[in-house]
């Protein structure tokens, strides 16, 4: 689904003399969690005359950034018979909206994530390992361009590359923490219609298991496809390091791994589905030559190529 569409939908139910805050619109979406979302998103809306995104605010009734500028923003809000003083909505309880009609996008696919998330398979279930693919996603402008998709697929034996590809496609839901797959999915699919080859293993940049609800990139990409996939990020959003583990609620979810000690942070490996925690690492082990593992290294930088 667009969710850049449904939410300036939502916006646009806002009345005359009233406004809304990042959260209500986020609460209206399905999760609080896109809070920050809605507030990217109203920065990259393109028309604040067709969309109001001047009627959105913070949940303390300060009135936020705003595209055009403040001074703007202020004019049109007293145009709309809001009043602001210091920055801050005068009687903000009394003008703040909260009655949206929605249907909660976000919540039927938090369901669907639980849902699918049984479908994972933490043991190696792939018929021999000969190749494997990174696959990196980019955003190189803003999150209305289009993003740039990058695989590259190597020997696991020779490490040699022997296919690579970029796609673009058009961003229609935004970054949302544990929603990234919604967000990546679609440049995925155009990725594998286009693979020449059908790789062993795949890599994903984000996270496998590794996940509030077991269910990262890796995982919803390895089920959605049906393949054998390992997750790797860069950063920790979740969890506990005990040693080498990663832990959610006490329960081993991945890995740290540094490639070498000149390595300064780890990355934090986790299955993402028919694969084993164990092979998940063997096979980062094998093809890190430096911080990242050569295939989402090169799908990386193929990815952030500029032209």
Request: net charge positive; charged share 25%.
């Given at each position: 689904?667009?969710?850049?569409?449904?939410?300036?939908?939502?916006?646009?139910?806002?009345?005359?003399?009233k406004?809304?805050?990042?959260?209500?619109?986020?609460?209206?979406?399905?999760?609080?969690?896109?809070?920050?979302?809605?507030?990217?998103?109203?920065?990259?809306?393109?028309?604040?005359?067709?969309?109001?995104?001047?009627?959105?605010?913070?949940?303390?009734?300060?009135i936020?950034?705003?595209?055009?500028?403040?001074?703007?923003?202020?004019?049109?809000?007293?145009?709309?018979?809001?009043?602001?003083?210091?920055?801050?909505?005068?009687?903000?309880?009394?003008?703040?909206?909260?009655?949206?009609?929605?249907?909660?996008?976000?919540?039927k696919?938090?369901?669907?994530?639980?849902?699918?998330?049984?479908?994972?398979?933490?043991?190696?279930?792939?018929?021999?390992?000969?190749?494997?693919?990174?696959i990196?996603?980019?955003?190189?402008?803003?999150?209305?361009?289009?993003a740039?998709?990058?695989?590259?697929?190597?020997?696991?034996?020779?490490?040699?590359?022997?296919?690579?590809?970029?796609?673009?496609?058009?961003?229609?839901?935004?970054?949302?923490?544990?929603?990234?797959?919604?967000r990546?999915?679609?440049?995925?699919?155009?990725i594998?219609?286009?693979?020449?080859?059908?790789?062993?293993?795949?890599?994903?940049?984000?996270?496998?298991?590794?996940?509030p609800?077991?269910?990262?990139?890796?995982?919803?990409?390895?089920?959605?496809?049906?393949?054998?996939?390992?997750?790797?990020?860069?950063?920790?959003?979740?969890?506990?390091?005990?040693?080498?583990?990663?832990?959610?609620?006490?329960?081993k979810?991945g890995?740290?791994?540094?490639?070498?000690?000149?390595?300064k942070?780890?990355?934090?490996?986790s299955?993402g589905?028919?694969?084993?925690f164990?092979?998940?690492?063997?096979?980062?082990?094998h093809?890190?030559f430096?911080?990242?593992?050569e295939?989402?290294?090169?799908?990386?930088?193929?990815?952030?190529?500029?032209?």
């Amino acid at each position: 689904m667009n969710l850049f569409d449904y939410t300036y939908n939502l916006v646009r139910q806002i009345p005359e003399g009233k406004i809304s805050s990042y959260g209500e619109v986020a609460k209206a979406l399905g999760d609080i969690i896109a809070s920050r979302a809605v507030g990217r998103m109203m920065n990259q809306n393109p028309n604040a005359d067709d969309m109001p995104c001047f009627k959105i605010v913070h949940s303390d009734g300060r009135i936020g950034g705003f595209g055009l500028g403040i001074d703007d923003k202020i004019r049109r809000l007293e145009d709309d018979s809001v009043f602001v003083n210091e920055n801050k909505i005068v009687n903000f309880e009394n003008v703040l909206f909260k009655d949206f009609k929605t249907q909660y996008p976000l919540k039927k696919l938090r369901k669907e994530q639980i849902e699918l998330s049984k479908k994972v398979i933490l043991k190696d279930d792939f018929p021999k390992l000969e190749t494997v693919a990174g696959i990196d996603v980019s955003y190189p402008k803003s999150e209305f361009e289009n993003a740039t998709g990058a695989c590259v697929v190597m020997d696991y034996k020779t490490k040699d590359v022997i296919d690579q590809i970029t796609i673009n496609v058009k961003t229609e839901f935004p970054y949302i923490s544990t929603y990234l797959a919604y967000r990546e999915l679609p440049v995925i699919s155009q990725i594998f219609k286009n693979l020449k080859t059908k790789p062993s293993i795949f890599m994903f940049d984000g996270n496998g298991i590794l996940h509030p609800y077991a269910f990262g990139l890796a995982s919803h990409a390895g089920v959605f496809f049906d393949v054998p996939s390992i997750g790797v990020a860069k950063r920790l959003l979740y969890g506990d390091v005990i040693d080498n583990d990663v832990l959610i609620n006490g329960k081993k979810r991945g890995f740290i791994y540094y490639s070498s000690d000149r390595v300064k942070n780890p990355i934090y490996v986790s299955p993402g589905h028919r694969i084993s925690f164990k092979t998940s690492l063997e096979i980062v082990k094998h093809l890190s030559f430096y911080k990242i593992p050569e295939p989402l290294r090169k799908a990386h930088i193929l990815a952030s190529k500029k032209d």
